[in-house]
């Protein structure tokens, strides 16, 4: 995976998206349905020739690269910041767990191979994807706490939304990895990082 602030930008756009996406639902039980499916479709994106690609292009990125924009800058949402670091810190952890890879990885590809039965949004691949993040990454620490209503945390198909959408938050938070992004890079490259990310939005418009 290349290592520039490009990479670098979409990656947080991705973990940001997904951050989004987990707060819309816990707060209003529904969330922007495109949105949601590029972020359940990079978890299956495994050998993708770019970062943008992993998303199925930059434009179902513009959600998390409009978040990103704003979290560069100031004021700052403390609750996306809280899930992004989170997501973060534990895909550091996932990544020294060999065994844990192992099991997501084959939980994604049975995924994959049921895409024929359960498209990518049905309830059956959504609840498969939920599975792999409270079987594994659950088991992680500390684990994410979710804040919201109630009536939308305690609904079985929200909850589920909720765990595939941490699931992708993982998946970003690994291209944020593999393209360089280290816990000192938001200090030390921040203008850079938003600078990029407003060329990346200019594109789009």
Same mark, same amino acid.
């Given at each position: ?83 992004? #670091? ?32 359960f ?6 691949? #959504?609840?498969?994807?939920a ?14 706490? #979710?804040?919201?209503?109630? #009536? ?32 000192l ?21």
């Amino acid at each position: 995976m290349p290592q520039t602030d490009n990479d670098r930008a979409i990656a947080l756009a991705g973990v940001l998206q997904a951050a989004g996406l987990v707060r819309d639902i816990a707060r209003r039980g529904q969330a922007n349905p495109e949105d949601v499916g590029a972020c359940l479709e990079s978890l299956l994106k495994i050998d993708a020739a770019s970062s943008s690609d992993v998303y199925g292009g930059l434009q179902r990125l513009r959600s998390g690269l409009r978040l990103l924009e704003q979290q560069l800058g100031n004021p700052r949402d403390m609750e996306l910041t809280r899930y992004a #670091v989170a997501l973060l810190g534990l895909e550091r952890k996932l990544a020294r767990r060999a065994d844990l890879l192992k099991a997501i990885g084959a939980g994604l590809e049975e995924a994959m191979q049921n895409l024929a039965h359960f498209p990518l949004n049905h309830s059956n691949t #959504v609840a498969r994807f939920a599975d792999l993040y409270l079987k594994n990454i659950s088991t992680l620490s500390p684990r994410i706490m #979710v804040n919201g209503d109630p #009536v939308h945390l305690n609904n079985s198909e929200n909850a589920n939304r909720i765990r595939a959408l941490l699931l992708a938050g993982i998946r970003a938070a690994t291209l944020w990895r593999q393209s360089g992004g280290g816990r000192l890079t938001l200090l030390l490259r921040r203008n850079p990082l938003l600078r990029e990310t407003r060329m990346l939005l200019a594109r789009l418009d």
